[in-house]
């Protein structure tokens, strides 16, 4: 069993638990209502902005060429590409380039963002990946469970949104930063392994809040 199966077997109460979320669940037979997933929507952009920036300080701390190509690949996939359709996943539901640009983080958003964040610029590279990993490897689970149980009819637009991530490209990536997390724990002492446990232990719960503060639409108090 690979370091990344342990922090897998240890957060699987809470991942267990996204899996389950009526957020979730909602998506897969397409009773969530839109204006919940518009929420979404507005602050995955948010999100994905410095889920970014924490990617490209990846790149940076990165000891070889080939893992700098690989978390720049990441970074491509994640700024480009799944930002595009991000966009595009906008526009079919209304909301504006404007609206995006002029959205607020909620306080689970500011929350999670931060912290990873904080962990690109003070982490090692081991911490910095493990942190990133419940959502790349987390939204490949979703996205293959909820396709294993077929797009919903009533709602088309959930469909590509479960192609996306349940797709084979998707879950390369994701692949990948497992196996760079298993070889980094292998040359890190007790310590660096702690933290990256903490840091995957920390994103793994932002994960379950952030669909919940979304099937909420939570707001700040005042």
């Known amino acids: 069993m690979g370091f990344s199966d342990e922090l897998r077997k240890k957060g699987a109460p809470t991942w267990d638990l996204e899996k389950q979320h009526p957020f979730v669940t909602g998506i897969g037979d397409g009773s969530l209502p839109l204006d919940n997933f518009r929420y979404y929507m507005r602050q995955d952009y948010i999100f994905l902005i410095d889920f970014c920036r924490a990617i490209s300080l990846a790149v940076a701390k990165a000891q070889t060429v080939e893992d700098m190509g690989w978390f720049a690949k990441l970074l491509h996939e994640t700024l480009?590409?799944?930002?595009?359709?991000?966009?595009?996943?906008?526009?079919?539901?209304?909301?504006?380039?404007?609206?995006?640009?002029?959205?607020?983080?909620?306080?689970?958003?500011?929350?999670?963002?931060?912290?990873?964040?904080?962990?690109?610029?003070?982490?090692?590279?081991?911490?910095?990946?493990?942190?990133?990993?419940?959502?790349?490897?987390?939204y490949?689970?979703?996205?293959?469970?909820?396709?294993?149980?077929?797009?919903?009819?009533?709602?088309?637009?959930?469909?590509?949104?479960?192609?996306?991530?349940?797709?084979?490209?998707?879950?390369?990536?994701?692949?990948?930063?497992?196996?760079f997390i298993d070889r980094t724990s292998e040359v890190s002492g007790d310590q660096e392994r702690g933290r990256m446990e903490k840091a995957f232990l920390l994103s793994s719960q932002y994960e379950y809040m952030f669909w919940d503060a979304a099937y909420r639409m939570e707001e700040w108090p005042v």
């Open 140 to 179: 490949c689970e979703i996205g293959q469970m909820l396709n294993d149980g077929g797009a919903p009819a009533s709602q088309p637009l959930y469909g590509r949104w479960i192609e996306m991530y349940s797709s084979p490209e998707f879950a390369e990536l994701a692949d990948w930063l497992r196996s």
């Open 80 to 138: 480009n590409t799944e930002m595009a359709l991000h966009i595009g996943f906008c526009g079919d539901l209304g909301i504006t380039q404007q609206e995006l640009l002029s959205t607020e983080p909620s306080p689970t958003t500011l929350a999670y963002t931060r912290h990873l964040v904080q962990t690109a610029y003070t982490g090692g590279i081991g911490e910095l990946a493990a942190a990133i990993l419940p959502c790349s490897w987390g």
